[in-house]
């Protein structure tokens, strides 16, 4: 069973950072893209930022130049460093990776979610 932990959430106030981290575990054959959303109360869930294995990124606009997104493939870990919070960017925040396993000599991709984490900006 694939699982996807998250953890570095809390409480901080405007202008601060914090660091979120997920580690991936479980029976994987390679871990591809990998990514964070967040879920503001009363709306929709929305990218965050995104990398490739290679390294590759990309960034909603409104976290542009305050955020970034980095992975570690021999930890099956990635991380979301976020300075400059700002109370807007309080929400939910789910990590996600596109995982492939080997079924019979194929590979086969799965989208998985992570189980959300608090961030609380205050003002």
């Known amino acids: 069973q694939v699982q996807l932990v998250e953890s570095g959430g809390g409480l901080v106030q405007a202008g601060g950072s914090l660091r979120l981290s997920c580690v991936v575990s479980g029976s994987i054959f390679s871990i591809n893209a990998m990514g964070w959303y967040r879920q503001a109360p009363g709306k929709q869930r929305e990218l965050v930022a995104g990398?490739?294995?290679?390294?590759?990124?990309n960034y909603a606009d409104s976290v542009k130049g305050r955020f970034t997104i980095s992975r570690d493939n021999a930890k099956n870990t990635v991380y979301l460093q976020m300075n400059s919070l700002k109370p807007e960017d309080t929400a939910v925040y789910y990590c996600?990776?596109?995982?492939?396993?080997?079924?019979?000599?194929?590979?086969?991709?799965?989208?998985?979610w992570g189980q959300g984490i608090q961030v609380t900006v205050s003002s």
């Open positions: 996600n990776a596109d995982i492939s396993n080997l079924l019979g000599g194929v590979r086969i991709h799965s989208n998985r």
């Open positions: 990398i490739t294995t290679g390294g590759s990124t």
